[in-house]
């Protein structure tokens, strides 16, 4: 007997780039969770789901997951003083809040989003 996979939803992720960043992030309202990351960085590949699980479900309530690649957009990587990866900084109407660093469990980033919502 074959099982037939289902689609999965597509997240609603968003990549920012120097050029787009203060546009996808700093100009609009609600909560952004902006992922620092790189390729190459295996830590950064686990979050992938975690993030990826966060837009589906929050998705409803106007948060917005923003994945930026810091070997592409070093300016904005510069400019929050990013110096580890993965980074998450949690942004409320354009704002930066507080930031997160290293591998962080869907728990700790429900309980967070709940908090800013």
């Given amino acids: 007997m074959f099982?037939?996979?289902r689609a999965r939803p597509q997240p609603p992720i968003l990549h920012a780039t120097d050029e787009d960043f203060a546009?996808?992030?700093e100009g609009t309202s609600g909560v952004s969770i902006v992922d620092f990351w790189a390729p190459w960085c295996?830590?950064?590949r686990l979050m992938e789901p975690i993030l990826d699980e966060i837009a589906l479900d929050h998705a409803d309530q106007g948060?917005?997951?923003v994945?930026?690649?810091t070997e592409i957009a070093?300016?904005?990587a510069e400019r929050f003083g990013i110096r580890s990866?993965?980074?998450l900084?949690?942004?409320?109407?354009?704002e930066p809040l507080f930031e997160m660093v290293g591998l962080v469990p869907k728990p700790v980033l429900e309980r967070e989003i709940s908090l800013l919502i």
């Fill in 3 to 5: 099982f037939k996979k």
């Fill in 23 to 25: 546009e996808l992030v």
């Fill in 42 to 44: 295996g830590p950064c």
């Fill in 63 to 65: 948060v917005r997951v």
């Fill in 67 to 69: 994945k930026v690649n």
């Fill in 74 to 76: 070093q300016h904005s």
């Fill in 85 to 87: 990866i993965p980074t």
């Fill in 89 to 94: 900084i949690f942004f409320r109407d354009g």
